[in-house]
């Protein structure tokens, strides 16, 4: 029995990177799945339908249920595309992974505006485009998942990435926002940050100087799995970032209980916006970023060789911080 019995996953940007380890987990663990992939170099340029074939006939040769879709989902028809591809083939829409992406950085007194808008497009717009009518599908019919693929870069900042950083920053708002909106429709909301080796990542001299220290995509795939299925209970609204490194950890981007005081009445109220000094230099740098985050590692080891996988019975109902993940054979 699988995790996702039962189940429709759209996946946007599923022709490689993230997107394909996505979606030959979820078809292996049960679901059916639209792979969605405008296919092309990683600046966006060009088109190449053959990327999501690629990974339709590897699932199918897998004994899976897949469908491919070349649209572009930076428009609204695209997104619709896709949509409708799911309720076409497999008459759902249960989970919607937004990850396709392009880069096209460039330090900010070089920016360009074309660039700028590709990249809000592509990221930004393509999330509202996709979102939208499976949102109103979930809405209408008992709910569903959606994961919002942000990054590092929007939640806390890095060089020559104004334009990505921007549009990964505006993603973690729509989601804070759509979660709010689908809470009374049981549609849950996730906001991801990866860390893995990819084409996008392939140049970054972190990777480069100590290619051991990366996640392949397969290591980011379980953390997903556990997002958009049942082991995740009611859990939405929350910021994930999954790298090698630092495991997966709950980033949590404004840190308002510090803030908080009960009064003697027992009510909440906010206390003054202003930090309070922290005692560590480890805590310090942590509040000078402005939020914080929960630790924990993956206890399985995050290699391509090991097909990764999740301890059910001790996940399930836990909790993310209590999940535990096991390596398969
Ligand atoms: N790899 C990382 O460490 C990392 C870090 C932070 C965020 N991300 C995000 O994760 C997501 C996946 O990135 P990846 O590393 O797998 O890179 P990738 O380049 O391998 O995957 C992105 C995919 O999106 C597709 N795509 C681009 N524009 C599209 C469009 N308009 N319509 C449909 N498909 C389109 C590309 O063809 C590509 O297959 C991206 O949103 C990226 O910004 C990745």
């Given at each position: 029995m699988g995790l996702l019995d039962g189940k429709v996953a759209l996946i946007t940007?599923?022709?490689?990177g993230l997107g394909e380890a996505y979606a030959k987990l979820f078809a292996r663990e049960g679901a059916a799945v639209v792979v969605n992939d405008l296919g092309g170099p990683r600046d966006g340029s060009g088109s190449d339908k053959s990327m999501a074939d690629k990974v339709v006939d590897a699932i199918k040769a897998e004994g899976g249920r897949a469908v491919a879709n070349g649209a572009d989902i930076s428009t609204l028809a695209g997104g619709q595309s896709v949509f409708d591809d799911a309720i076409k083939h497999f008459?759902?829409?249960?989970i919607l992974v937004n990850n396709a992406g392009i880069l096209l950085d460039e330090t900010f007194h070089k920016a360009k505006e074309e660039n700028w808008d590709r990249v809000m497009k592509v990221h930004l717009k393509g999330t509202f485009c996709c979102t939208q009518p499976v949102f109103k599908w979930m809405r209408d019919n008992g709910g569903g998942v959606i994961v919002n693929t942000s990054s590092t870069s929007g939640l806390i900042g890095n060089f020559g990435q104004t334009n990505y950083g921007a549009a990964k920053g505006g993603i973690w708002g729509l989601s804070n926002v759509l979660a709010i909106e689908g809470r009374k429709y049981n549609i849950r909301i996730w906001t991801l940050a990866p860390g893995a080796l990819t084409r996008m990542t392939a140049d970054l001299p972190r990777y480069k100087e100590n290619p051991g220290a990366a996640l392949g995509p397969d290591g980011i795939a379980p953390a997903v799995l556990y997002m958009v299925s049942?082991?995740?209970?009611?859990?939405?609204g929350k910021v994930l970032g999954v790298s090698g490194p630092r495991g997966v950890r709950e980033m949590r981007?404004?840190?308002?209980e510090a803030g908080r005081r009960r009064s003697r009445d027992g009510r909440r109220r906010i206390s003054s916006p202003t930090p309070r000094r922290s005692s560590s230099p480890k805590k310090r740098s942590r509040s000078r970023r402005g939020g914080s985050s929960k630790s924990w590692q993956m206890?399985?080891?995050?290699?391509?060789r090991h097909r990764t996988g999740i301890d059910e019975p001790r996940a399930?109902?836990?909790?993310?911080?209590?999940a535990q993940w096991r390596t398969g054979e």
């Open positions: 940007g599923a022709g490689g008459g759902r829409a249960d049942d082991l995740s209970g009611d859990q939405t981007m404004m840190e308002m206890p399985f080891r995050c290699d391509a399930r109902g836990q909790g993310l911080p209590d």
